[in-house]
T-cell receptor, first 112, second 116 residues
């Protein structure tokens, strides 16, 4: 069965600084990987997904993630944080015929 | 309306009450899901429906009873709940069931349930 680990339940960065949210996965077959974001009082929405095409995936709102098979990682980055990026971010993994498995989430706080 | 709509957004109920959560999707998807979101825990998949048929039940207690009358509507009937059932219940839909693996889920805003 696949699993995903998000390192750091809370991350704080200054406005304009680099955002780095870490995600490591475990899967016995090539996985599909996703990042979802949840703003306060809202459901989750897709930021980006990796489905075995390019290893560097660009998403909405200036976010991107790089699939690194050797490190079993799919970290999420944004060069310059904005106040509107404050939210909870979820990494998720799935493989064919298996369910989508979510991490426990990372709450991102932006310091003015 | 577009997307996935959940009602009510907030619900407070006693342990002996019976209530229902409703989800409606306007995306033409054929798979619908119920998730439970509790603090400090991963999202828990509860039920999956594909083309109105239940294809997954993750050992959910019988006090939660799902209903999917058509591909656009999903209900979660609640009865004799416990305080630990207090959580955010999220509905989602997707184009295909879990067989694809690359499903992108579209979530509703959730129903915040408090059981007293």
């Amino acid at each position: 069965a696949q699993s995903v680990t998000q390192l750091g339940s809370h991350v704080s960065v200054s406005e304009g600084a680099l955002v780095l949210l870490r995600c490591n996965y475990s899967s016995s077959v090539p996985p599909y990987l996703f990042w979802y974001v949840q703003y306060p009082n809202q459901g989750l929405q897709l930021l980006l997904k990796y489905t075995s095409a390019a290893t560097l995936v660009k998403g909405i709102n200036g976010f991107e993630a790089e699939f690194k098979k050797s490190e079993t990682s799919f970290h999420l980055t944004k060069p310059s944080a904005h106040m509107s990026d404050a939210a909870e971010y979820f990494c998720a993994v799935s493989v064919p015929i298996e369910k989508l498995t979510f991490g426990t989430g990372t709450r991102l706080t932006i310091i003015p | 309306e577009t997307g996935v709509t959940q009602t009510p957004r907030h619900l407070v109920m006693g342990m002996t009450n019976k209530k229902s959560l409703k989800c409606e999707q306007h995306l033409g998807h054929n798979a619908m899901y119920w998730y439970k979101q509790s603090a400090k825990k991963p999202l828990e998949l509860m039920f999956v429906y594909n083309f109105k048929e239940q294809t997954e039940n993750n050992s959910v207690p019988s006090r939660f009873s799902p209903e999917c009358p058509n591909s656009s509507h999903l209900f979660l009937h609640l009865h004799t709940l416990q305080p630990e059932d207090s959580a955010l219940y999220l509905c989602a839909s997707s184009q295909a069931g879990r067989l694809s693996g690359a499903n992108v889920l579209t979530f509703g805003a959730g129903s915040r349930l408090t059981v007293l």
